[in-house]
T-cell receptor, first 110, second 114 residues
Framework: GQSLEQPSEVTAVEGAIVQINCTYQTSGFYGLSWYQQHDGGAPTFLSYNALDGLEETGRFSSFLSRSDSYGYLLLQELQMKDSASYFCAVRPGNTGKLIFGQGTTLQVKP | GAGVSQTPSNKVTEKGKYVELRCDPISGHTALYWYRQSLGQGPEFLIYFQGTGAADDSGLPNDRFFAVRPEGSVSTLKIQRTERGDSAVYLC????????????FGPGTRLTVL
């Protein structure tokens, strides 16, 4: 089976940098994705790592290390609107389904 | 362009009733997914369609749950003999199977079983 672990909550101040970690146990997967979900909203795609290393998209970066079964999402120059839940997800094998972690609630304070 | 739409946005039903939840994916997306999300949890996979066929239904919890996509676009998730434990937000997503695994989610249907 597959399981992903994330911290349940993270708090940071506006303008700061925050890292949300994701550790996983899976026999194999096609890549690690990150999704953002505001309260009452739909999950929206943020980033995807197919290979080890860092992927950068504006203020957001994501990292994957398959040898360590570990990834993280890095959010820079935090803004109040970044307050949301963040989910890591893996696609196990050649199917379309995503397996999500339980999510990390990020609270950005002024 | 239009995103994924789901109807109804809210559904309240009584235990034992039958419900249908509808998903309209992004036009041209061949892959369609159903997930279920309980409060404070991540989305939980239910079923995945590639075109008209269910390519993976391993997440359906039991035989009360069934989904169809007869023409390869709109999909309906059907739940028979609803139970209070079925209460959750049911999310639909679609994708154009590229390498980035980006799935586009709809706003969800909040199902409440009384």
């Amino acid at each position: 089976g597959q399981s992903l672990e994330q911290p349940s909550e993270v708090t940071a101040v506006e303008g700061a940098i925050v890292q949300i970690n994701c550790t996983y146990q899976t026999s194999g997967f096609y890549g690690l994705s990150w999704y953002q979900q505001h309260d009452g909203g739909a999950p929206t795609f943020l980033s995807y790592n197919a290979l080890d290393g860092l992927e950068e998209t504006g203020r957001f970066s994501s990292f994957l290390s398959r040898s360590d079964s570990y990834g993280y999402l890095l959010l820079q120059e935090l803004q109040m609107k970044d307050s949301a839940s963040y989910f890591c997800a893996v696609r196990p094998g050649n199917t379309g389904k995503l397996i999500f972690g339980q999510g990390t609630t990020l609270q950005v304070k002024p | 362009g239009a995103g994924v739409s789901q109807t109804p946005s809210n559904k309240v039903t009584e235990k034992g009733k039958y419900v249908e939840l509808r998903c309209d994916p992004i036009s041209g997306h061949t892959a369609l997914y159903w997930y279920r999300q309980s409060l404070g949890q991540g989305p939980e996979f239910l079923i995945y369609f590639q075109g008209t066929g269910a390519a993976d239904d391993s997440g359906l919890p039991n035989d009360r749950f069934f989904a169809v996509r007869p023409e390869g676009s709109v999909s309906t998730l059907k739940i028979q003999r609803t139970e209070r434990g079925d209460s959750a937000v049911y999310l639909c997503a679609s994708s154009d199977r590229g390498s980035r695994d980006e799935q586009f989610f709809g706003p969800g249907t909040r199902l409440t079983v009384l």
